[in-house]
């Protein structure tokens, strides 16, 4: 019914950046919160970054300052640009909404978007 959709996963050296895309699309009438989580192999999946639908955010300690998250309402879509990126930022990147439609709210994942950082 609904689908997030990501790109811009890719393997990049240390102090690098990449941009990531993560844009919904199906049958709803609304989104409300967005966020970034990610997932190191056998590790929990943890909160990135966070972005509430007037614009506020919420990082994780470990990427403040060099994650920036953002959102294009018009296109249903919310981005993470990552900067300075470290080997400790490996991991797979998944997105995640919460979608309104006729009253309901359902939480959805997105299938998520490999990051790799080299030494």
């Known amino acids: 019914q609904v689908q997030l959709v990501e790109s811009g996963g890719d393997l990049v050296q240390a102090g690098g950046s990449l941009r990531l895309s993560c844009a919904a699309s199906?049958?709803?009438?609304?989104?409300?919160?967005m966020g970034w989580f990610r997932q190191a192999p056998g590790n929990r999946r943890d909160l990135v970054a966070l972005?509430?639908?007037?614009?506020?955010?919420n990082y994780a300690d470990s990427v403040e300052g060099r994650f920036t998250i953002s959102r294009d309402n018009a296109k249903n879509t919310v981005y993470l640009e990552m900067n300075s990126l470290k080997p400790a930022d490996t991991a797979e990147y998944y997105c995640?909404?919460?979608?309104?439609?006729?009253?309901?709210?359902?939480?959805?994942w997105g299938q998520g978007t490999q990051v790799t950082v080299s030494s």
């Open positions: 995640n909404a919460d979608v309104h439609r006729d009253g309901r709210l359902k939480n959805y």
């Open positions: 199906g049958s709803f009438n609304y989104i409300g919160q």
């Open positions: 972005i509430g639908t007037s614009g506020s955010t």
